[in-house]
Every structure is written in structure tokens, then in C-alpha cells.
């Protein structure tokens, strides 16, 4: 599967954004989907995962109460809805696929990988 992730940009803290990753293929309902973050000078970070279905989803600490994942496997594409932005939140963002299981929090379990997309928080 190969992942496009867009919707990055500039925001103030408090403010809201979503960013989308669209997927090719016709297996994407086969795959759990997870995305990811690494901000500057930091480690990647996992950020929230979502089951085959989008029924369930699962998130880091960090971001519970604030960030919403989700999936639309008639469009093959996940989004990430984020809110309450805080400069802290400032990464470039990736979202990545696997097959073996949910909740993958480790960035080795997922095989598959965007290209990733800054989101830059100012205070």
C-alpha cells in the first residue's frame, strides 16, 4: 500500500486542523492504520491507531480528549482530526499502515509509511 498524507500547516495554539492520508489500493480495509509524529529534535512518537473497521481507535496520552482518528475504507483514507492545538503538538506528522495488529504503538510494526506532513503550532 502506499500512503499520501497532507493537510499540515501553520496554526495558532487552540485552533484545529485535520489532516487526511489517502491510501492506493484495494486492500486498505485489510490494514491497521496508525499515525505518528516527530518533532524537532525529538523521537517519532505514535499519535493514535484505528482497527480494520474504524470502530475502534486508540491514542496516545498526549493527545486523548483532543485528537480524533478515523477511516473511510470506501475512500481508502484515514484522517486525523486534531483540536485544541498546542505548540507542543508542532511535528511533522506520518501515517502509516501494517497488517499484524491493533493497537501497534511501535513504529517497527508498521511496514508501510507516508511521506509525512509538517504541522507547526505557534503560541
Known amino acids: 500500500v502506499q500512503l499520501q498524507a497532507s493537510g499540515g500547516g501553520l496554526v495558532q495554539a487552540g485552533d484545529s486542523l485535520t489532516l487526511s492520508c489517502a491510501a492506493s489500493?484495494?486492500?486498505?480495509?485489510?490494514?491497521?492504520m496508525g499515525w505518528f509524529r516527530q518533532g524537532p529534535g525529538k523521537e517519532r512518537e505514535f499519535v493514535a491507531a484505528i482497527n480494520r473497521s474504524g470502530s475502534m481507535t486508540y491514542y496516545t496520552d498526549t493527545v486523548k480528549g483532543r485528537f480524533t482518528m478515523s477511516r473511510d475504507n470506501a475512500r481508502n483514507t484515514v484522517s486525523l482530526q486534531m483540536n485544541s492545538l498546542k505548540p507542543e503538538d508542532t511535528a511533522v506528522y506520518y501515517c502509516?499502515?501494517?497488517?499484524?495488529?491493533?493497537?501497534?504503538?511501535?513504529?517497527?510494526?508498521?511496514?508501510?509509511w507516508g511521506q509525512g506532513t509538517q504541522v507547526t503550532v505557534s503560541s
Open positions: 502509516a499502515a501494517t497488517t499484524s495488529y491493533y493497537p501497534a504503538t511501535s513504529g517497527r510494526t508498521y511496514a508501510f
Open positions: 489500493g484495494r486492500t486498505f480495509s485489510s490494514y491497521y
